[in-house]
């Protein structure tokens, strides 16, 4: 179940441009969140349902057209313009423990209110910038960059701790849950596309896609066990 409640503006401060500013709040039953652990000595990862989840935060997107008029004398640059669209969103998320089926349980088992911290999809910062540009010879170029804040881990220390008969789930004293943060993560894709004409009613589309084009190293997730 999703409750949802937003609150958006819009400003167009020229053709086809435009400012958006929104606020949104989700309560979510039962949310599919992952999380780390070990097994057999080594890190794996999973999914498990949290009881609850709130969710919250503001989002700004700014899509604005460029001329490139000034950039040849050509009469193709002109007629072209470069479409540039940048989203920045910015939320948190906070849940209780995932459920008791899982080895993600609550540190003290007679106390899962004190599991209730940022939840293991939390992630703070959030920016996607894209562009689209009519290049000659008919190709279309789109860059696209993202980029995120580490989202939250739990610390564990692999050993029964509070003598509880659960050694997968106690933390360093006096460390809540997901007190952990993991890194950021940043990387830049670029598209390009081609229609490619085939008698007078059909044509093929040719699409060319590179990944991760300045080779940045991003980690999936880390070794939370601290003990």
């Known amino acids: 179940k999703l409750s949802h409640a937003e609150a958006r503006s819009e400003w167009f401060f020229g053709e086809g441009e435009r400012f958006t500013l929104a606020g949104f709040y989700k309560k979510i039953d039962k949310p599919i969140e992952a999380f780390a652990f070990r097994s057999t000595g080594q890190l794996q990862t999973s999914f498990a349902n949290a009881p609850e989840a709130q969710l919250y935060g503001a989002e700004l997107e700014v899509l604005k057209y460029v001329p490139l008029s000034g950039v040849s004398e050509s009469p193709f640059f002109a007629s072209r313009r470069l479409v540039l669209v940048a989203n920045y969103t910015y939320s948190k998320a906070i849940d209780e423990v995932t459920d008791f089926g899982t080895e993600f349980q609550p540190n003290d088992q007679t106390h899962k209110r004190a599991e209730r911290a940022l939840s293991s999809f939390d992630q703070r910062h959030k920016f996607v910038a894209y562009g689209m540009w009519h ?26 701790l509070n003598e509880d008969f659960h050694a997968t789930t106690d933390r360093p004293p006096f460390a809540g849950r997901n007190t952990g943060k993991g890194p950021g993560f940043w990387t830049t894709d ?36 601290v003990g």
């Open 135 to 160: 290049a000659p010879a008919g190709f279309q170029v789109s860059p696209i960059f993202r980029a995120n804040s580490g989202r939250p881990f739990n610390l564990l220390v692999g050993t029964d």
């Open 190 to 225: 670029l598209r390009l596309t081609k229609d490619l004409s085939i008698g007078d009613s059909a044509k093929v589309e040719l699409i060319g896609e590179a990944f991760n084009l300045f080779n940045r190293l991003n980690f999936r997730s880390v070794n939370n066990t």
